[in-house]
């Protein structure tokens, strides 16, 4: 329900473990159309030609040509030659628009007929394991991504950038660190990257950190910084001014970093954030 532009429509779906929908047969068209009905006036589509102008294909690469489009619904026009994602109208006209407009979108996951069943995490996701010191869940991303990109991975997990609430949690977060073996993290020229992006912020005060539940950290139940640090690092190289972000070392010790560092990053669940709780009447 919240738009989006299409390269974070598009991401969403897939942290879900989803796709961008497209009306890839009638059956998928009608669907679209159901779910948009009452809800918005047109979505976003998979349907996009961002890697070669002109070339429209879906997100699992099935050509706009191969949908169950007639003519008459059918508005591309490249308009100032920079419109390469797709909007589904709830009149069955499907138009191109720049990508960066924001749309609400659906995303699609196909029924395999599997069962699948959560975790003690309150997931399907494998990768979330319970501490029995904590009660909280962790999964460790190997992915690197950009701080933003990292809470929006964790958001759509169900859980959020790992927030420290004690030592004993901090220990906890440095055993998860320490047992990813070193080919799986972050490479930069001159050696692995040992800092991971968690969860606090300076939400735009410079030097006055809090958690991204607003705690203060010290509220939080953790203030330990790494050595030397916070040091705010301006880098000539990239530009970049000022780490205003939050991450720990694998000593589970904090340090600020660049908010545009793509590194790992640690997600917290609870475990019963997405479990069915049932009330049972007396
Ligand atoms: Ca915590
Ligand atoms: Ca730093």
Avoid at 86 to 103: A, R, S, W
Avoid at 199 to 210: A, K, P, S, V
Avoid at 233 to 244: D, K
């Amino acid at each position: 329900m919240v738009p989006a532009n299409w390269h974070d429509a598009r991401l969403r779906c897939q942290l879900e473990g989803a796709v961008l929908a497209s009306p890839l047969n009638p059956g998928l068209k009608s669907s679209m159309q159901d779910i948009m009905s009452s809800r918005a006036n047109s979505v976003y589509t998979g349907i996009h030609s961002t890697f070669s102008k002109g070339d429209f294909y879906s997100i699992e690469g099935v050509p706009l040509s191969a949908m169950p489009f007639s003519t008459k619904n059918f508005f591309l026009d490249s308009s100032g030659d920079d419109e390469g994602c797709t909007v589904l109208g709830n009149n069955e006209n499907i138009g191109d628009v720049k990508c960066n407009n924001v749309h609400r979108y659906i995303c699609y996951k196909k029924d395999e007929g599997k069962t699948t069943t959560q975790t003690q995490c309150g997931t399907t996701d494998s990768e979330y394991n319970l501490s029995t010191v904590t009660g909280s869940c962790y999964k460790f991303h190997r992915t690197p991504r950009t701080w933003s990109r990292a809470y929006m991975a964790c958001a759509a997990e169900g859980g959020h950038l790992a927030i420290i609430n004690s030592q004993a949690e901090a220990t906890v977060l440095s055993g998860i660190f320490r047992s990813v073996p070193a080919n799986d993290l972050t490479k930069i020229v001159g050696g692995t990257v040992t800092v991971a992006h968690i969860g606090f912020h300076d939400w735009g005060e410079h030097g006055d950190w809090l958690t991204i539940h607003g705690q203060t950290l010290k509220e939080a139940g953790y203030n330990s910084w790494s050595p030397g640090e916070p040091n705010n690092v301006t880098t000539a190289q990239t530009g970049w001014v000022g780490e205003y972000c939050g991450s720990i070392y694998t000593s589970g010790l904090l340090n600020d970093i660049w908010c545009d560092y793509a590194v790992g990053f640690i997600c917290e669940k609870d475990p019963s954030s997405l479990a069915v709780k049932f009330q049972q009447d007396n």
